[in-house]
């Protein structure tokens, strides 16, 4: 999950002014922040939303092209996330030609707030893969490769729901001092989410650079079974590389989103007030990182019989089950059994 929670214009003014006007909305639906109906504190760009649209859409088709190509059925989460970014900017279209529409606005806030997820998860996903493929005991710091990608998917939804859980406190609109402090709480909260999230991904920064510095021990020691290695159009190395940047985009969304809400949230904030922040730190680099995994497809690394995890039968899955049972039944048992 590269998730972070997008907190709307609607929900930020959380504590509106007792004087609040009524205005109709004007061009566009545009309302000003001082109206009791303001959506945004700003007017949205249409031309930017629709290149918006156009770029994501691209990156979007080539990453379906290239997951049948190199026939990597969990791209799929990637392709999830390109998606769920072009819906956004669908959505934002919309919404600049009808401002005052709170559906188009949570739309958009709800697919842009979710997209970053999947291309964390496809992350995580593919150094279990790269662990399962480079390394002969098919483990990692005592960690199967199967494992890895369940554990962090499952910490960066914990994450998400924890920024979720923060970002629905903020949104309480009454003006009296208990729901300032709710919202306050809300904030803190959401912000450490984010926190959280980033630890989650620096914990698996520092596995990533352990699996990169094995890989080349085993090269120099001239290990047997390394010639995983030359296979593929570029170097095993330039797939790594491309995994730091990606987490370096997604660290850069995580820390505009702690900085958005640093000087809190009332008109006077810039990044409140101006759509061009969102569209730089936010946007821009969850579209580098998409752009930086068609350049080095995992695909295009990953090749041969142990560039995935070998599908398992039912019976398989089932003999599993019940050697796990037994085990478990014989701790119970040796625990349970007089000294």
Same mark, same amino acid.
């Given at each position: 999950m590269a998730s972070t929670t997008t907190i709307s214009a609607s929900a930020a003014s959380s504590t509106p002014s007792a004087t609040?006007?009524?205005?109709?909305?004007?061009?566009?639906?545009?309302?000003?922040?001082?109206?009791?109906?303001?959506? @945004?504190?700003?007017?949205?760009?249409?031309?930017? #939303? =629709?290149?918006?649209?156009?770029? !994501?859409? @691209?990156?979007?088709?080539?990453?379906?092209?290239? #997951? =049948?190509?190199?026939?990597?059925? !969990?791209?799929?989460?990637?392709?999830?996330?390109?998606?769920?970014?072009?819906?956004?900017?669908i959505f934002r279209a919309l919404q600049t030609r009808h401002q005052n529409s709170e559906i188009y606005d949570t739309f958009y806030v709800i697919f842009f707030l979710l997209a970053p997820i999947w291309i964390n998860a496809f992350l995580y996903m593919t150094l279990g893969r790269m662990i399962y493929f480079f390394l002969p005991e098919r483990r990692l710091a005592g960690i199967s490769a199967r494992r890895y990608g369940i554990i962090f998917v499952t910490l960066d939804i914990i994450a998400f729901l924890v920024q979720l859980a923060g970002a629905a406190l903020t949104t309480n609109n009454d003006a009296n001092d208990a729901e300032t402090k709710t919202v306050l709480l809300g904030l803190h909260i959401y912000m450490g989410g984010i926190g959280m999230q980033e630890f989650f991904i620096l914990c698996f920064l520092g596995l990533a650079i352990h699996l990169h510095r094995t890989i080349i021990q085993m090269e120099e020691m001239g290990q047997t079974g390394m010639e995983q290695l030359q296979r593929g159009r570029f170097p095993w190395r330039w797939l790594f590389y491309t995994i730091y940047f990606t987490l370096g985009m997604i660290t850069i969304r995580i820390i505009f989103r702690m900085a958005q809400y640093a000087q809190g949230t009332s008109t006077t904030n810039?990044?409140?007030?101006?759509?061009?922040?969102?569209y730089v730190f936010d946007a821009a680099p969850m579209f580098l990182?998409?752009?930086?995994?068609?350049?080095?497809?995992?695909?295009?690394?990953?090749?041969?019989?142990?560039?995935?995890?070998?599908?398992?039968?039912?019976?398989?899955k089932k003999e599993q089950k019940a050697q796990k049972k037994a085990f478990k039944m014989e701790k119970k048992r040796q625990r349970q059994s007089p000294v």
């Open positions: 609040c006007i009524t205005i109709a909305p004007g061009k566009n639906g545009y309302l000003p922040p001082e109206s009791c109906d303001a959506i @945004l504190y700003y007017i949205p760009s249409f031309e930017a #939303a =629709i290149f918006l649209c156009v770029l !994501y859409g @691209l990156v979007a088709l080539v990453h379906i092209i290239q #997951a =049948i190509i190199y026939k990597k059925r !969990y791209a799929w989460v990637l392709i999830m996330g390109a998606v769920w970014e072009l819906l956004a900017f810039p990044v409140l007030t101006h759509e061009v922040y969102e990182a998409l752009i930086a995994l068609n350049i080095i497809h995992p695909g295009m690394i990953l090749k041969g019989p142990y560039s995935s995890f070998p599908k398992q039968s039912r019976a398989e």
